[in-house]
């Protein structure tokens, strides 16, 4: 399955650099992004490097979820792909 990366998980002051909300193909609410608890994400770079992460819980009543990167991610992989196993 593959998702797409929206944002950091922020707030008004801060950031958490290891923490991403992404967007998941055919997941449109939060029952669905739910479900996906558990599931492990991997980032490929353009250097071919791979970074791999784990779905923490939905985020919002949309269908995003937040997941945790054993690494934080540059500011460029915002708005790439990620695959969902």
Do not use: C
């Amino acid at each position: 399955m593959k998702g797409k990366i929206i944002q950091f998980q922020r707030g008004k002051q801060i950031y958490t650099p290891r923490h991403f909300l992404v967007e998941a193909e055919g997941v449109k609410d939060r029952a669905a992004a739910e479900k996906m608890k558990g599931r492990n994400v991997e980032w490929k770079s353009p250097g071919g490097k791979i970074i791999k992460g784990q779905v923490s819980v939905a985020h919002g009543n949309k269908g995003l979820l937040r997941v945790i990167f054993e690494k934080g991610l540059p500011g460029q992989a915002i708005t790439t792909e990620v695959d969902i196993k």
